[in-house]
Nanobody, 125 residues
Framework: QVQLVESGGGLVQAGGSLRLSCAAS????????MGWFRQAPGKEREFVAS????????YYADSVKGRFTISRDNVKNTVYLEMNSLKSEDTAIYYC??????????????????WGQGTQVTVSS
């Protein structure tokens, strides 16, 4: 199965930046749409951003549009999330996952493991 490992989180002040990475092992996700999701304490997991296999038609949640940028390197089998102008409300555990054809919902296709451990992002005010 394809295992997904998130990294790059940390503690930053409001207005700062971070770059998250999602690396695959045990297989490739180069021909699948991939997305980022996050879960804040006491809240449901929510969609953040996604990108398809050809790297066109990226899609963003309204709350991060203009501040976050998703990208991927199919050779390195890695997906990135560049986060700028961070706010305290961005504090959450961030996860990556494959998505359906629309890029708006997670969908664990056959051959993928379920959610990884995520990476913690904490933004102080």
């Amino acid at each position: 199965q394809v295992q997904l490992v998130e990294s790059g989180g940390g503690l930053v002040q409001a207005g700062g930046s971070l770059r998250l990475s999602c690396a695959a092992s045990g297989g490739t996700f180069s021909r699948y749409a991939m997305g980022w999701f996050r879960q804040a304490p006491g809240k449901e997991r929510e969609f953040v951003a996604s990108i398809n296999w050809s790297k066109d038609s990226p899609y963003y949640a309204d709350s991060v549009k203009g501040r976050f940028t998703i990208s991927r390197d199919n050779v390195k089998n890695t997906v990135y999330l560049e986060m700028n102008s961070l706010k305290s409300e961005d504090t959450a555990i961030y996860y990556c996952a494959p998505t359906d054809a629309t890029g708006r919902h997670y969908y664990f296709h056959d051959g993928f493991a379920s959610w990884g451990q995520g990476t913690q992002v904490t933004v102080s005010s």
